[in-house]
């Protein structure tokens, strides 16, 4: 059931408001509003250390690099009750890139992509913080 409510807001917040959300290709203030509170909800998904979250892991290495593809392998598989999913896609004749999506609590899964992102020789590491979706009905 959808409920309406009214906001009161500063007439120089609302004209920033509607040029970011029209930026941002939103049809309206209430789905950027409805985005908003779901990302602020995973964000708190995010800071409390016993809910369990979904993580999107990437990182890009070159697997000439010695050890540095067994390293990345090895960690994984301390997590693998963890790891729901791992890509490998070779980028050209150097660069892999690898994509680790996770669920765990969130202080792990924030761990693991500390470790990979710690290991020399990777060059590139982003943690997208995503959410099982439970919370966000
Ligand atoms: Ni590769």
């Not at 309406?4 to 807001?9: K, M, Y």
């Not at 090895?74 to 791992?86: F, M």
């Not at 690898?98 to 060059?123: D, T, W």
Request: glycine content about 2%.
């Amino acid at each position: 059931m959808i409920k309406r409510f009214s906001i009161s807001l500063d007439e120089k917040l609302l004209t920033k408001f509607d040029n970011f959300i029209s930026r941002r290709q939103y049809v309206n203030r209430s789905e950027a509003i409805r985005d908003m509170i779901r990302k602020s909800f995973v964000r708190a998904e995010w800071e409390n250390i016993d809910k369990e979250v979904i993580g999107v892991i990437s990182l890009v290495y070159d697997h000439h690099q010695p050890q540095l593809q067994e390293r990345v392998t090895d960690l994984q598989h301390k997590y693998h009750h963890n790891i729901i999913s791992t890509t490998h896609i070779h980028m050209d004749h150097h660069n892999c890139l690898e994509v680790i999506i996770i669920r765990g609590k969130s202080p792990e899964v924030q761990k693991l992509a500390e470790k990979l992102n710690a290991i020399r020789g990777v060059k590139d590491t982003h943690l997208a913080m995503s959410s099982t979706g439970e919370a966000l009905d």
